[in-house]
């Protein structure tokens, strides 16, 4: 059977159920007697396993074979969890990490498995497949050839591959049809109870009719299942016989053999059936036309969406220019029209922007992985608490918070937390507790991580950003507390006294800082001593579409980012200072440096300045403002955010570009950088 169709749904699937074994691995770890997360993760390897088995990855296969083995032996309390188990657990997900991760970038999934095997099989003697001479004995037990299948119709791959993995474990596969009184009047309620008898001495691997279906009480008296047990034929009619208003249960052996060659046969015949009406050229009939389901969610190639995104970005390119023409031609049909296609357009930009938006839950759910090996490396016991999973933020940003996010975490496990012995000596538990927290908070998407450490030595800060020359000594004695905090995250500054794996480098931080501001966003830190500290992350919920206050300089147009900006100020000449050497105002009690962009970005001066005021746009970045002073303001305006390319990355001050309605080209203002 050729697969490659199937290799892209696998791949996600497959991430899909590694994920829920890192999750559940976690929570045993916690809660090792918790049958529900054993039975999680039991099925996630049974699933796996199908699906690579399937696909004909054997190595995956193999591992998860062996791994579901260890939870069925665990879920029927043949061994206990142990800590030393789960080490090896999560070093077999690793392993099988690795394998998929080998095929999505187009490997063949090929694996030395031994070791890893050997490490499995050591938790559990029954971990390994069953013998040859077992899995006859099994056969001739379970399988009574004589008997046909009758009533399920189709059996996929996936379900053969269940059904004859259970058989080598020992189990029993079973087809059972059951039939309702005609009288019965709540028949999903009858299969319901009947379900619920099965499945306390097995598994139900298949229905006909559906299990939607069969709820939906769309059947007429009958329905059959393939069950797997380790009950008797007699025992399991025994049970279901005990629910009311049933008049019939046939329950017969299932043979994977016959089926598989029954349905070879039936291929085959059709097949030759098919050539045959080929050669003799028949006037084909028509055949009734399949009704058609109706999905719910379609999986649809992050490329496909960008290139929508692209396309919508011309849109509001156009939309731009159209909006300008219609208010120069003072045409009231264009106006109408234009302004009709500008509430259709705002509208399919929410849509498609909706559309880019995924949980941060795909950042945040590496984190307690980390953290757990983090803590055993540093001989720390940390708990990690995770709040607003679900916020949804744009997939470039998402692309984009991973690294800082880690940056943030590593440096709450090396300075924020303290040993266990310490933590008790100062009336703390033993355990120490990072939280991630995330949720909306206006056109913002708005991340905290906390800890409940030893919070900021202002002190030591103070004496290392002195002794490094962040900070001058003079300076210091004025700084607030905020702004000490805020100096770990310049540039070189590290209080390590050693350099080691997780930190100590004099690096991190300000990188940290440098991504997010780049981003857009802005960082702030808050700090108790001996309470821990809180990292508050702003960044905005999409890069691509921004809102801008359009200025001019001269006869050129430039962008600054709503974003950023406080207000807008119209000063008298008079009103500005000179202190420290450079233009200041006094902006609502606060000394406001100021920064004429003419001479930033060397715009040629053509026209006589104003001798009496000056236009101020007031921007800040985490409690820093600064007055950028321009000629004039245009108006507000949304624009697409553009590239300026490999050859201008480090343009000083811009932070891209973009076209406006009439054609010109605007460069995007980065204030954070002119914020000192």
């Known amino acids: 059977m050729d697969t490659s169709q199937y290799l892209d749904v696998f791949i996600e699937e497959s991430a899909d159920h590694l994920e829920v074994l890192y999750k559940q691995l976690l929570e045993l770890e916690k809660h090792p007697e918790e049958k529900e ?17 399937t696909m004909g990855y054997t190595d995956l296969a193999d591992v998860t074979h062996y791994l579901e083995n260890v939870f069925d032996s665990i879920r029927y309390d043949k061994i206990k969890v142990q800590p030393s188990m789960v080490d090896v657990l999560f070093e077999t997900v690793d392993y099988l990490n690795e394998i998929v991760e080998d095929i999505s970038s187009g490997g063949e999934g090929k694996r030395d498995v031994t070791a890893i095997l050997d490490k499995i099989a050591a938790l559990d003697s029954n971990s390994g497949p069953a013998s040859d001479e077992g899995s006859e004995q099994t056969e001739n037990v379970s399988i009574d050839t004589s008997d046909e299948l009758k009533h399920v119709e189709e059996v996929d791959e996936f379900e ?88 019939k249960v046939e329950v017969t052996p299932f043979s994977v053999t016959e089926y598989t060659a029954k349905k070879n046969e039936a291929e085959d015949a059709a097949i030759e059936k ?101 803590a055993r490396d540093l001989d720390k016991n940390v708990d990690v608490e995770i709040i607003g999973a679900d916020t949804e933020l744009d997939r470039t940003v998402i692309d984009e918070i991973g690294d800082p996010l880690v940056h943030l975490i590593r440096n709450a496990m090396d300075h924020g937390i303290e040993l266990p012995e310490e933590r008790q000596k100062s009336g703390k538990a033993e355990q120490g507790t990072i ?42 004695e004025l700084l607030q507390d905020q702004q000490i905090y805020e100096l770990i995250m310049a540039s070189g500054f590290s209080t390590s006294e050693t350099v080691s794996d997780v930190s100590g480098r004099g690096v991190g931080l300000d990188v940290v800082k440098n991504t997010i501001e780049t981003l857009g966003g802005n960082i702030s830190i808050d700090a108790s001593p001996g309470a821990g500290s809180t990292f508050s992350i702003q960044l905005p919920l999409t890069l691509s579409i921004i809102s ?119 460069l995007i203002i980065d204030s954070n950088a002119l914020i000192k």
């Open 37 to 53: 997360i054993i039975e999680e993760i039991f099925r996630a390897a049974h699933t796996l396993k199908g699906m690579a088995a």
């Open 160 to 247: 053969l591959t269940i059904l004859k993995e259970s058989m080598e474990r020992g189990f029993n596969n079973y087809e059972i049809h059951i039939e309702l009184s005609k009288e019965c009047l709540l028949k999903g309620a009858r299969v319901f109870m009947v379900f619920e008898v099965l499945e306390q001495f097995g598994e139900v691997i298949k229905s006909e009719p559906t299990v939607n279906e069969l709820e939906e009480e769309q059947f007429d008296n009958s329905f059959t299942v393939l069950y797997v047990s380790k009950q008797s034929k007699e025992e399991i009619e025994q049970k279901i016989n005990k629910v009311s208003e049933i008049t």
């Open 274 to 374: 098919a050539a045959q009406a080929k050669q003799e050229k028949d006037t084909p009939k028509a055949t009734p036309a399949k009704k058609s389901v109706t999905r719910k969610t379609i999986r649809v190639n992050i490329e496909r969406l960008d290139i929508l995104m692209n396309l919508f970005e011309e849109l509001v390119i156009d939309r731009g220019r159209l909006e300008t023409i219609s208010a120069e031609l003072d045409h009231t049909d264009l106006k109408e029209t234009v302004e009709r296609m500008t509430r259709v357009s705002g509208d399919l930009q929410n849509i498609i922007l909706n559309m880019r938006m995924v949980p941060i839950d795909q950042v945040f759910n590496r984190f307690p992985r980390m953290i757990r090996q983090l």
């Open 435 to 476: 939280t991630l927290e995330a949720y909306h908070s206006g056109n913002y998407v708005m991340i905290e991580i906390s800890d409940d450490g030893a919070g900021i030595n202002k002190e030591k800060v103070l004496e290392s950003a002195i002794e490094k020359g962040v900070v001058k000594k003079e300076e210091a």
């Open 548 to 666: 801008v206050l359009l200025v001019e300089l001269e006869k050129e147009k430039y962008a600054i980012p709503l974003s950023s900006i406080i207000e807008t100020a119209i000063i008298e000449k008079e009103e500005i200072y000179s202190a420290h050497h450079k233009k200041v105002i006094d902006f609502r009690g606060h000394v406001v440096p100021l920064v004429f962009l003419q001479k930033t970005f060397e715009v040629p001066e053509t026209s006589t300045p104003s001798e009496e005021y000056i236009s101020v746009v007031i921007v800040k970045k985490g409690d820093k403002l600064a007055g950028l002073v321009v000629d004039s303001f245009i108006g507000q305006q949304e624009v697409v955010l553009k590239s300026l390319g490999a050859y201008l990355t480090n343009t000083y001050a811009i932070s891209g570009a973009t076209i406006l309605g009439d054609g010109e080209v605007a």
